[in-house]
């Protein structure tokens, strides 16, 4: 059936009739894979795909993707926000044309060579290294190269494109070791080498980051990530700037996990608080603030500037 003549009959229930007939969300999704060409005229002819996407913390999204993605990147738009929109009473036809519109804005395809995808002396200069929770990601790790680091997993990853609108990376997984004819051990290197470059550290204290306003008393915090805020609690692995902010500042520091894209620093002087109180903090802002596939730890760290070395703090 045309667009126009399901909105026509849509128009025409009465608000009970509409409620009877309201999309679940197997069917929104299926509406949205089969219609969205509708509104978007100029991609006539593309190959249209609604499917489950598995993301970090075993957090599964649905995302639509528009044209062929063997040889190249295709932007890739979650669409649950935009079936809840609809329950909340949108009409299905401005949902359609919010998809649309938003879609439109991110379409910009990168063209993938194969053969450099699959030549290592391409791919390992964009490799890159991310910590990830090490529980909540188990299954996803039987599959790739990784190693633990307290209750964290640093994992691998390629940057297939990066500029001003941010970046699209893929995992590394075993299979691509094979593909690219190289150890876990020499990639890891090479990662780890990389990282810093592509991704040098950025502090900054907390109120030039998030607008808080700090009441009881002047407590400094800093929030300690890359440049582009961006899988930027990695850089608490960096070698030096943990060791030389603690130094210059002649303490101790607990490090709170506020994601996977930034780490917030305090000193351990006589101001803080209890380390069980910071940790509630953390575990509540996790539950109630941070989208849960961004999730870092429920832990916070200790930096011990003599042994410059970090421990989840007891």
Known sequence: MRETNKMGLWHAFSSTEKEKTMLNEKEFYQYVEANILNYLPEMEGKKVMVQRVKRNNQISMMGLSIGETKNYLVPVLYLEIFYRNYLRGQELSDTMKDIARIYRGHQVGFYLDEDKVSDYEHIKKNLFYRVVNYEKNKEMLKYTPYERFLDLAVTYRWAAYRNHDGMASALVRNKELLLWGVTKEQMMKDAKENTEKIFPPVMRKIQSVIPVKITDMEIPLFVLSN???????????????????????????????????????LLDDEYVQSSEELREMVRETNRMVVDQEEVLSDHIYHYDREKDEIRIAK
């Open 227 to 265: 440049g582009d805020y961006m899988n930027g609690a990695s850089v608490m692995l960096y070698k030096d700037p943990l060791r030389d902010f603690a130094n210059y500042m002649g303490h101790d520091l607990y490090i709170l996990p506020s994601s996977i894209h930034e780490v917030i620093l």
